[in-house]
């Protein structure tokens, strides 16, 4: 199993899905505080895992998915607030 470069997906307060994939783990629960580049979910797409990262500061609002989901690229993961 290969492992990917980290990846940053968002748009405005959202953490999307880069590509298909399976949720493997959620690193964050709602009313964690993250960081800018903070690992955040773990997905497993095309027999490698990628690093889900957060594109800026915040709190996490909302978590959309669930562990072992599959998902679609665009999909949104998390929801971010300032």
């Known amino acids: 199993r290969r492992q ?3 990846e ?15 949720v493997a783990q959620i690193l964050v629960q709602a009313g964690d505080s993250v960081e800018r580049g903070q ?7 095309m027999k490698m895992e990628l690093e889900i ?3 800026r500061d915040g709190v996490v609002k ?9 998902v679609d690229k665009g999909m949104r993961l998390l929801e971010l607030e300032e």
């Open 62 to 70: 909302r978590v959309a998915v669930e562990e072992g989901g599959q």
């Open 8 to 22: 940053s997906s968002g748009r405005g307060g959202d953490i999307v899905a880069p590509m298909p994939g399976r």
């Open 4 to 6: 990917a470069n980290r």
């Open 53 to 55: 990262a957060a594109q």
């Open 39 to 45: 690992t955040v979910v773990i997905m497993e797409s």
